[in-house]
């Protein structure tokens, strides 16, 4: 129009209503040029991308509010436009209409996102009821037409708005109106060219007669993106005030989901959001539709659904059983919904990932509390009917994970009254669904389930319940045996998850296998004794015990004992006592054989233990190492050195302010001198007890039978000069000072003078008896390295007497106290032997050779 012809149209403006209308479409014509040259302009510069479109939408919605808020063309005919002006009228209206769309055009050829601007139409076309409402789907349906030709022109789609302008075309094509739901239609078509080109160029669309074929185009078509963003624009519908629009959105939603959910992705988002929502609004006018979503969902995506389900405060409050509800009521995914769960049982409640090396356990209030609302969920998902089969699938993990679910919340540091108990009645609900009722009936008698809340009482809960089981003979023992015996065989994820699978395991056995087990199931109680978890070792340390009547009749006995002696070298002290008892009750069974194959490895793994700081171990050590020699006196030939070597600390912790440990050594050392056909018993006993004397009676056997002991012997003891207990420090200078008197022609003059040195030291000790008693033998060994000759003198010396040698001896401590007169056989000598001053005179006289001193020998 030209410029002429709007004045003349401006002229011939009066107050009434015609001319106002006219006066309107004139302004309206006005704004949308001065509009299209912004948003052109701004399209065409180098404004940041995000702010450009923020900007055009803002001029679009004004330039679109004022447009189709004018009434329609026909009305303003009804006003009665004279016949000259008809003509400019319907040029300047339909221009006007022009102006919007062709903006809109030449904003969608330079750039495909600016479709979101149709998108926004049709939400402006819903928020109030224009007069063109079809116009305005016309000019949407043109405009998705013309950008539908374009994308065949290009190598590469990308429209992300497309699902959230679907969900609108659907919404609309439920209209009233049937020209709207036709131009909704015509656009649905071109938007579905562009979607279905992203797939397959070559691939073209079809117009769908029916709504629920209409939306199975519309789920086919759409990427999975796309269908996700169509999928969740049409929830937001469900909140809508306007009922209609949201019983629309919740139709289209049931036939997409029906047909399509596996290809929607944000399923967390989605039920999280309908929480949101129900939670809000308890009587939400959509809630069944949204119920109705959640169980689509899990029939498609069960884990995401059962994931996001577990993620919420415990107990669950009533918005989320119902979504429990809905979520079971899908049977096609029982199974799947359950091996969820399964999965999300396997956590500890209050542990994240970094506390797993820690091994904390936190207050009930912490996070990771999902197994707890796991636990909860089964008491929700185990009684529905369609979930019997599942549950008849998955019931020895079931039974295990809600056990050691039971177990977990008995460790929670919470009270006892305030520990969630739902592990235990997802239990209950488990033995009743699958046809244990009256075990549960029997462990209710038994009083098991109200006591399961206490920490204390757990272990022997899980033993009622697999004795129970057991009793009545449950129909699932192959496939629970078979399940516990995989779990072990693969290891648990925590190490203290065994102690669960162990007490239960071994009940089960206990009642369906007589003593020993097969090898398959006894090799597991081999690989617990090493667990790292001291209840676990303990645990089969104790079932290994129990079958001690039989235990020649275990395949593999050697392994077994072996693995035995290796729970020897545990930190845990209770593991290494309950590994003593264990062994000596099988050795007690153990045919003479195998026990004489395996004396010497069991006898030297008890030393060690010996010097143990743990009293109770020390005296068991010591004690069933005798009882080791006692059962075992035809083999002494095989023993005696191995008796031989473990002297020092049989001798020395004589001392031992233990009783039993003291008590010990006296009962060790008694069998250790019958076997070795000393006189030392004598000493040993009660009334005639001196540890001095002790010592030189042994010493004075020692010398006489087996030398080659006595350089070893004192380094020994030297060992335990340094020990933190003094009685071990008195007895040692003790023993150490008979030894090198009584061996001292066996010693070079460097082990003579390390010894001064060790010695010199103790002198300094803490404890003023062991200085006392130190400086004695400090004297000791001045005097033998004063007498010290030539290594080769004394090499002749000791090859000519060593058979004969007896050396005349008095107690040279007088300790503990002082001694009158030494027994007789402490001082008898042998009258063929040398008496001391012989035997300095050869030690400090000085001969021409070898021959010379052969010679003295002989004569004296």
């Not at 001029?59 to 400019?88: H, N, Q, V, Y």
């Not at 206990?510 to 617990?528: A, C, S």
């Amino acid at each position: 129009m030209a410029v002429e012809d709007v004045l003349a149209f401006e002229g011939l403006l009066c107050p009434s209503t015609q001319e106002h209308e006219a006066y309107e479409l004139w302004n309206v014509y006005a704004d949308l040029l001065c509009h299209q040259s912004i948003i052109l302009a701004i399209n065409s510069s180098f404004v940041d991308p995000i702010l450009q479109y923020e900007v055009q939408l803002k001029i679009t919605e004004s330039s679109f509010r004022m447009l189709f808020a004018l009434p329609s063309f026909e009305k303003l005919k009804a006003l009665g436009i004279r016949s000259e002006d008809f003509e400019d009228q319907e040029s300047l209206y339909q221009n006007s209409l022009h102006i919007f769309e062709d903006t809109l055009l030449i904003l969608v050829s330079k750039d495909l996102y600016k479709l979101q601007l149709l998108r926004e139409m049709t939400v402006w076309m819903h928020q109030e009821r224009w007069y063109l409402q079809e116009e305005a789907m016309s000019v949407i349906s043109r405009v998705l037409g013309f950008a539908s030709k374009k994308v065949t022109r290009d190598t590469s789609v990308d429209v992300p708005c497309l699902g959230v302008l679907a969900a609108e075309l659907a919404l609309l094509c439920n209209h009233t109106d049937n020209a709207i739901v036709y131009q909704a239609a015509m656009g649905m078509f071109h938007l579905l060219c562009m979607a279905k080109w992203q797939n397959d160029p070559n691939s073209s669309i079809e117009h769908e007669k029916s709504e629920e074929n209409g939306i199975k185009s519309v789920g086919n078509t759409l990427l999975p993106s796309l269908l996700t963003d169509f999928v969740w624009e049409l929830l937001i519908k469900l909140s809508e005030v306007n009922y209609d629009t949201a019983s629309e959105a919740a139709s289209i939603l049931k036939l997409t989901l029906e047909y399509h959910a596996q290809k929607v992705t944000m399923v967390s988002k989605i039920v999280a959001f309908i929480y949101k929502k129900l939670y809000e609004n308890p009587f939400h006018n959509m809630k069944h539709a949204m119920l109705r979503v959640t169980a689509l969902l899990t029939r498609t995506s069960p884990k995401k659904v059962i994931f996001q389900l577990m993620d919420y405060p415990v107990p669950a409050d009533d918005t989320l059983i119902l979504m429990w509800q809905a979520a079971g009521s899908e049977p096609s995914v029982a199974p799947l919904v359950l091996k969820t769960i399964l999965l999300i049982l396997k956590g500890k409640p209050g542990e994240t990932e970094e506390d797993m090396e820690e091994k904390r356990r936190f207050s009930l209030d912490a996070t990771n509390m999902m197994p707890v609302a796991a636990s909860q969920a089964l008491g929700t998902f185990l009684p529905v009917g369609s979930y019997k089969k599942a549950v008849a699938q998955f019931f020895p993990q079931l039974l295990l994970a809600l056990m050691l679910q039971l177990f977990y919340s008995s460790q929670l540091r919470v009270m006892p009254q305030d520990r969630p108990l739902y592990a235990r009645d997802a239990l209950r609900a488990l033995l009743n669904c699958s046809g244990l009722q009256e075990v549960d009936a029997a462990l209710m008698k038994k009083n098991c389930w109200n006591q399961f809340p206490q920490a204390l009482y757990h272990h022997h809960g899980v033993h009622l319940i697999a004795k129970t089981l057991s009793e009545f003979n449950f129909p699932q023992f192959p496939e629970t045996l078979h399940y516990f015996y995989k779990i072990s065989v693969e290891g648990p994820r925590r190490s203290e998850d065994n102690i669960v699978t162990i007490i239960f395991f071994t009940e089960l056995l206990n009642n369906f296998f007589k003593d020993p087990f097969p090898e398959e199931f006894l090799v597991l109680y081999k690989h617990w004794i090493q667990d790292s978890n001291p209840i676990v070792s303990k645990l089969s340390l104790q079932k290994v015990a129990n079958m001690a009547p039989v235990v020649n009749d275990i395949d593999n006995v050697h392994s077994l004992l072996m693995a035995i002696l290796e729970a020897f070298l545990s930190k845990e002290k209770t593991v290494v006592i309950r590994a003593l008892l264990t062994l000596r009750k099988l050795l007690g069974k153990l045919d003479r054989v195998t026990y004489s194959s395996l004396c010497t490895k069991i006898a030297s793994s008890y030393c060690p233990l010996m010097d143990h700081s743990n009293g109770g171990i020390r005296s068991m050590a010591i004690r069933h190492f005798g009882e080791l020699l006692r059962d075992m006196n035809q083999y002494t030939w095989m023993l005696n050195p191995l008796v031989l070597s473990v002297l020092v600390p049989l001798i020395l912790f004589l001392e031992d302010k233990e009783i039993r440990v003291s008590k010990a050594c006296k009962y060790t050392l008694r069998i250790c001198a019958s076997q070795l056909k000393w006189t030392t018993s004598t000493f040993l006993k009660d009334e005639n007890y001196n540890f001095e004397l002790v010592v030189l009676n042994i010493c004075n056997h020692l010398v006489a039978s087996h030398e080659s002991y006595i350089t070893d012997l004192i380094s020994d003891t030297l060992g335990f000069l340094g020990s933190s207990r003094p009685y071990l420090r008195r007895g040692s200078v003790i023993l150490v000072g008979y030894l090198a008197k009584l061996g001292a022609y066996l010693l070079l003059r460097d082990e003579i003078e390390v010894m001064i040195e060790v010695i010199e030291k103790t002198i300094r000790d803490e404890d003023p008896i062991t200085q006392e008693l130190a400086e004695i033998t400090y004297g000791i060994f001045k005097e033998i390295a004063h007498k010290m000759t030539s290594s080769t003198i004394k090499q002749i010396f000791r090859r000519w007497f060593k058979f004969f040698y007896t050396k005349r001896l008095k107690p040279l401590y007088n300790w503990p106290k002082p001694q009158d007169s030494a027994p007789a056989e402490l001082t008898k000598g042998n009258k063929e032997g040398l008496v001391e001053e012989e035997e300095e005179e050869i030690l400090t006289k000085s001969y021409k050779s070898e021959e010379d001193l052969e010679q003295d020998v002989e004569d004296k």
